[in-house]
């Protein structure tokens, strides 16, 4: 069963627009969420993160919003710029020990982002 | 600063035949994960290390083992590769494990396995 959950494979937007990407989860024990940025044949990088005791997070033009009645969290890019293309990763996190999982972190499938000029 | 390196870029095997690939990070990191990657699919944790010496299973550990001899190393071993691991391995490093102020994992550029 999917912990964590990006129910859009791709989005494509244009430049200077905003993109919105969406995730859900089913875990209420999770306690702090992560969006991580990948670009091919590289590594994940991390990008923005937010614990759950707050609803929103700001950094340059990256803003995550969480919403925990709707187990949903959102990152927003303002203006989107064509070095965004990537493929986003929504992860979860949780510090209680449930099925072993205490500490590690939980991903999504990913949304291939892609800007057009 | 090289961060996370992992060796090797690539490689490909036949069913049967083993292989360690090795994953070194220069960020004096307690903690280090190795993941796979498949077509569509999220990242998934094969295994872990909490510390030098220790591992402990992640989501997917079947048909792997890994060892922490140094802290800065981390490898990961396959014993009889099958083509079902034909897959892209990132190693990834923390300093932290539990969420606290700040909580994220450095990631390496990858191993892209094919077994045939």
């Known amino acids: 069963d999917q912990q964590v959950k990006q129910n859009s494979p791709s989005l494509s937007v244009q430049e200077g627009r905003i993109s919105i990407l969406n995730c859900d989860y089913t875990n209420s024990m999770f306690d702090y969420f992560l969006w991580y940025k990948k670009y091919p044949a590289e590594g994940p990088t991390f990008l923005i993160s937010?614990?759950?005791?707050?609803d929103k997070n700001e950094d340059g033009r990256f803003t995550v919003f969480l919403n925990k009645s709707a187990k949903h969290l959102s990152l927003h890019i303002v203006p989107s710029q064509p070095g965004d293309s990537a493929v986003y990763f929504c992860?979860?996190?949780?510090?209680?020990?449930?099925?072993?999982?205490?500490?590690?972190?939980?991903f999504g499938k990913g949304t291939k982002l892609s800007v057009k000029p | 600063n090289a961060g996370v390196t992992q060796t090797p870029k690539f490689r490909v095997l036949k069913t049967g035949q083993s292989m360690t690939l090795l994953c070194a990070q220069d960020?004096?990191?307690?903690?280090m994960y190795w993941y796979r990657q498949d077509p569509g699919m999220g990242l998934r944790l094969i295994h872990y290390s909490v510390g030098e010496g220790t591992t402990a299973k992640g989501e997917v550990p079947d048909g792997y083992n890994v060892s922490r001899l140094k802290k800065q190393n981390f490898l990961l071993g396959l014993e009889s590769a099958a083509p079902s691991q034909t897959s892209v391995y990132f190693c990834?490093?923390?300093?932290?494990?539990?969420?606290?102020?700040?909580?994220?994992?450095?990631f390496g550029p990858g191993t892209r396995l094919t077994v045939t």
């Open positions: 937010i614990s759950s005791i707050k």
């Open positions: 960020m004096n990191h307690e903690y």
């Open positions: 992860a979860a996190l949780s510090n209680w020990n449930y099925g072993g999982s205490q500490g590690n972190l939980i």
């Open positions: 990834a490093s923390s300093s932290h494990r539990l969420a606290g102020v700040s909580y994220e994992q450095y």
